[in-house]
């Protein structure tokens, strides 16, 4: 999926009225179409139901229903939604269970006006966007699931090209799509291109995901 910047569709989710209409704001004044805002994680599911975004910028603090499940049943009813986390927690534990629910990013709040504005963009095209630190816990936990012993015999797997599984594993090491393309000397729209192919072939959502998946096929070892 080819996301339209100019037209890019975030809502955004806080119970802090004046975070939420500073965040909305600097959002719009960047060029970006806030569809809706949220301060409640009832509120925030039926609006996201509503307004169908293309990335919803979410605290995990929230009152009734707590984000990571807002985050759960956002992603469950349309998979192609980005989450983007955007809290005042950067707790191991709260990262990893935002990633486990389903977000494809995620920022604590002393991120710089231009660091979130650059994380919603790559947030919309799927590349998993951490705060400094943070993508390293992640990756490293995929590891740990990794090794664990496989409950059940996974399925085969599809057919990739030389090219995806190039690019795969290189996403499994962490590399963002700019630091990809650049390696293969590819333009990053081709890099994106293959990670979409990619996905659509092993039935995955984001890019998250197909860390995970990378690093279970061992990809991230190789050279």
């Not at 600097?26 to 409640?40: C, F, K, M, N, W």
């Not at 015999?153 to 995806?164: F, N, V």
């Not at 291109?193 to 995955?204: F, I, S, Y």
Request: contains cysteine; charged residues 25%; glycine residues 8%.
């Amino acid at each position: 999926m080819t996301v339209d910047q100019d037209a890019l569709r975030v809502m955004v989710v806080d119970d802090h009225p004046m975070w939420r209409e500073a965040v909305s704001r600097d959002l719009a004044e960047a060029g970006l179409d806030v569809v809706a805002t949220a301060g409640d994680g009832e509120e925030a599911v039926r609006r996201a139901r509503a307004c169908s975004p293309q990335v919803v910028v979410l605290d995990l603090n929230l009152p009734g229903l707590p984000g990571v499940e807002v985050c759960r049943q956002v992603v469950g009813q349309d998979p192609s939604v980005r989450v983007l986390v955007l809290s005042a927690s950067g707790e191991h534990a709260d990262v990893l269970e935002a990633v486990k629910s389903g977000a494809t990013g995620y920022l604590v709040k002393s991120a710089g006006r231009d660091e979130l504005l650059d994380a919603v963009r790559r947030t919309a095209v799927g590349d998993a966007v951490f705060t400094p630190g943070l993508a390293g816990l992640v990756l490293g936990e995929f590891r740990r699931l990794a090794a664990e012993p496989a409950q059940a015999s996974a399925p085969a797997a599809p057919q990739l090209t030389a090219r995806e599984t190039e690019v795969l594993r290189l996403v499994a090491k962490g590399l963002s799509y700019r630091q990809i393309a650049d390696r293969l000397v590819l333009s990053h729209r081709t890099v994106q291109n293959h990670v979409q192919n990619t996905l659509g072939k092993l039935q995955l959502h984001n890019r998250v995901e197909l860390v995970r998946y990378a690093i279970e096929q061992g990809l991230d070892d190789e050279a």
